[in-house]
């Protein structure tokens, strides 16, 4: 017995409901490929930053070392006139070994960012990386702070809120009948024996056949109304997600302006 069988599908809406969540799952693979070079990109910035700004802290301490030596020399001075007391001269030493201490774990702390620093940009720890130092001229002015709508992490959610609508829509899908037209075309030969190979009179008869098969779903225990509430369930908590992310977007965005015009005096 020789066959061959062809199935053409020609109504099945769960194939092409199918077929549309494919191009929206390869449409959230590209965001989630944007969204985590973003994030390798902001920590790369934000580490390299808080490195400037821990080497601006330090040039500030060493400022300050400077100018509280000098202070602890005329106040000695002072002391040996009788103008000061001992105590003073003390005090102004203990705030420098302060300020010293500072400056060291500053210094550790540098370390320890350079460390991730190289990490994140795949570089070898043996290696040495500098770090300018910080300068407002790198800055420039915020004029137009960016649509909040334009963030991946939003995009990100609206494609995953287009899924479960499509699964939905798939759900609903299985309610609906199919339709597929079949051909099979076979070949029978007989012997009264085992032999695959061999008929009886060297001969095998030809059998084909033609249809149109319509499946039609009548009952199917609740199951497909229980996934789809579940389904409609998942959306909702995705939608209102989705709001969360967008009011704590607006807040970070003021938030950051106001910290940068502050910061740098660049209002």
Do not use: W
């Amino acid at each position: 017995n020789l066959s061959a069988q062809v199935r053409q599908v020609i109504y099945n809406p769960s194939l092409k409901v199918g077929l549309q969540m494919a191009t929206v799952s390869q449409d959230m693979m590209k965001i989630q490929t944007k969204k985590s070079l973003e994030d390798v990109v902001f920590n790369v910035q934000n580490t390299y930053f808080n490195i400037q700004l821990l080497q601006c802290q330090i040039a500030f301490v060493s400022v300050n070392q400077t100018g509280l030596q000098k202070l602890v020399e005329l106040t000695e001075k002072l002391q040996k006139g009788g103008l000061a007391k001992k105590i003073e001269v003390e005090r102004l030493q203990m705030t420098i070994k302060n300020l010293e201490l500072q400056k060291q774990n500053a210094e550790v702390n540098i370390q320890k960012l350079k460390n991730v620093l190289q990490f994140l940009m795949g570089t070898s720890a043996i290696e040495n990386i500098t770090v300018d130092d910080f300068s407002e001229e790198n800055f420039i002015k915020l004029e137009n702070l960016a649509d909040t709508g334009q963030r991946t992490d939003l995009a990100l959610l609206e494609t995953q809120t287009k899924i479960l609508y499509l699964e939905q829509k798939n759900i609903r899908a299985g309610y609906l009948p199919t339709i597929n037209a079949n051909g099979t075309l076979a070949y029978m030969g007989f012997n009264n024996r085992f032999n695959p190979i061999e008929t009886i009179n060297k001969r095998l008869y030809p059998n084909s056949f033609v249809g149109v098969q319509l499946s039609m779903p009548i009952f199917d225990g609740m199951m497909r109304h229980r996934q789809l509430k579940t389904k409609q369930l998942d959306t909702e908590k995705l939608l209102r997600q989705k709001q969360i992310v967008i009011q704590n977007a607006e807040v970070e965005k003021l938030n950051a302006k106001i910290q940068y015009e502050r910061k740098y005096c660049l209002s």
